[in-house]
């Protein structure tokens, strides 16, 4: 199974940072790699796919990026909404897999 | 608006068998994929499997073969049985669609959680 590292594993940041969150993958698997952002009692709410598209709905400070097997969500202006676990997701080979999670809090 | 819903026992026996339904509004599930996954306590989230337009699936191979993902085109709705399931079964399962390459798992429902317990 193709393994996704998330780094880091939990991260505080204060409001209007610039934070990116890393997924790193055991093979390649082109651009497709998705984002979900978790909250507690809320279903995953989609963020990021293909890599670098931006889901429906979702504000512009969120982006996605890839570098070889290295892809990263930043969110150019950290907002107090945006606390939550955030999981990267590969699709391009069965069976598709999660990584660990980021734990974004507030500082 | 595309909506999903699980239903089914919140409390299942080790050994016995777990059947989720996920009911589906705004959409045929005659197009794109939907599909289970399933967050387990301690946060890891695992892909189930899915149900494609036209009926052909795909799972995990580490569900082997507990797994079984089935429809009713007619209610719109599509099933998940798990087989001889055990305390590490326990976790939140949601139901999901998926546009396929071109997109994200996009619209969710709002997830059952599934104690295995005797």
């Known amino acids: 199974d193709i393994q996704l590292t998330q780094s880091p594993s939990s991260m505080s940041a204060s409001l209007g940072d610039r934070v990116s969150l890393t997924c790193q993958s055991s093979?390649?698997?082109?651009?497709?790699l998705s984002w979900y952002q978790h909250k507690p009692g809320k279903p995953p709410k989609p963020m990021i796919y293909y890599a670098t598209n931006l889901a429906d709905g979702v504000p512009s400070r969120f982006s996605g990026s890839r570098s070889g097997s290295d892809y990263s969500l930043t969110i150019s202006s950290l907002e107090s909404e945006d606390t939550a676990i955030y999981y990267c997701?590969?699709?391009?080979?069965?069976?598709?897999?999660f990584g660990a999670g980021t734990k974004l809090e507030l500082k | 608006e595309v909506q999903l819903q699980e239903s089914g026992p919140g409390l299942v026996k080790p050994s016995q068998s777990l059947s989720l339904t996920c009911s589906v509004t705004?959409?045929?599930?005659?197009?794109?994929?939907w599909g289970w996954i399933r967050k387990f306590p301690g946060n890891k989230m695992e892909w189930m499997g899915y149900?494609?337009?036209?009926?052909?699936?795909s799972y995990n191979p580490s569900l082997k073969s507990r797994i079984s993902i089935t429809r009713d085109t007619s209610k719109n709705q599509f099933f998940l049985q798990l087989n001889s399931v055990t305390t590490e079964d326990t976790a939140t399962y949601y139901c999901?669609?998926?546009?396929?390459?071109?997109?994200?798992?996009?619209?969710w429902g709002q997830g059952v959680m599934v104690t295995v317990s005797s």
């Open positions: 997701l590969q699709y391009d080979e069965y069976p598709y897999t």
């Open positions: 093979q390649g698997i082109g651009n497709y």
């Open positions: 149900i494609s337009y036209s009926g052909s699936t």
């Open positions: 999901a669609r998926w546009e396929g390459y071109s997109g994200p798992f996009d619209y």
């Open positions: 705004g959409y045929s599930i005659t197009s794109n994929y």
